[in-house]
């Protein structure tokens, strides 16, 4: 069975999604419903929300929506991942507003559409500091060129747990190694950084990719965290750039064929179980 760590729910008559371009494959609502007939269709038995990067003023109306479907009778839904800023000067009133919700699991701060330096702010890194001092985890998403500057933020908070979105989001469709490999390599040397398998067919050219096009990529990442800290995403919808909830998971069943079944299971629910505190 799954869990899968990553998946991004849109509500535009709710919410504002500043991002969304008009016309685009992402322009469309993403119902609770419409996510678990597929999830449960390919063997995703939990799921943590992802925040959408909303307008700023409705982040916690974001969290309080997802509340309210994680309430409901017999979801798979079991925790939100909410945004935040940490650059804020009243990060610490947001953080305490926060610990009252029991569905909140953890943060996120997009970094790969904010200049590099965004998170070398004294501010930002005092917020982080912050965050350090509660249970809840930070996921990173940046790009390859930026994974070297979080890197510098998660030696300032070693006793702050990190995930490292998308496989620090590799330019597949390119064919980009080397530089992101280092990257990534460098990132897994901190304990308290996980990676999760997340979406990466988005980064392919369309839908012409294949398994081996993925394994060089989901390989590093494996060798280099190792089968204990690695988590699996479907980054749904963001995904279906590549394809499917469905063909990313059969997918990564083959890009994860050569595991033994311990280690298959650390990477589709154990160790998210664990991280999260599931």
Wanted: with cysteine; proline share 4%; hydrophobic share 45%.
């Amino acid at each position: 069975m799954i869990t899968d760590t990553h998946v991004h729910l849109v509500y535009r008559d709710q919410l504002a999604y500043d991002w969304i371009e008009p016309g685009s494959y992402l322009d469309a609502d993403v119902s609770v419903e419409q996510y678990e007939q597929v999830a449960r269709q390919v063997g995703i038995t939990k799921a943590l929300h992802m925040e959408v990067d909303v307008a700023e003023a409705d982040m916690e109306k974001e969290t309080t929506l997802i509340e309210s479907l994680i309430a409901r009778d017999d979801t798979i839904l079991c925790g939100a991942i909410a945004a935040c800023r940490p650059e804020h000067k009243d990060f610490d009133a947001y953080l305490e507003r926060q610990s009252s919700r029991s569905a909140v699991k953890g943060f996120r701060r997009v970094l790969h559409v904010m200049p590099d330096e965004h998170s070398q702010q004294p501010i930002f890194r005092d917020g982080i500091k912050q965050l350090a001092q509660t249970s809840w985890v930070f996921d990173l998403c940046a790009l390859p060129r930026q994974l070297p500057v979080v890197t510098e933020l998660v030696d300032l908070v070693p006793n702050l747990q990190f995930v490292m979105d998308h496989c620090g989001v590799p330019d597949i469709k390119a064919g980009e190694f080397s530089r992101w490999a280092a990257a990534v390599a460098q990132l897994a040397l901190r304990d308290n950084v996980v990676a999760k398998l997340s979406g990466i067919i988005a980064y392919g050219d369309g839908t012409h990719w294949t398994v081996d096009t993925l394994k060089p990529y989901v390989h590093h990442v494996i060798e280099c965290f190792g089968t204990d800290r690695v988590v699996w995403g479907s980054d749904s919808p963001v995904c279906l750039a590549g394809g499917s909830i469905s063909d990313w998971v059969a997918a990564t069943h083959a890009l994860l064929s050569d595991l033994n079944d311990a280690e298959r299971h650390a990477i589709l629910s154990a160790n998210a179980a664990r991280v999260w505190r599931l």
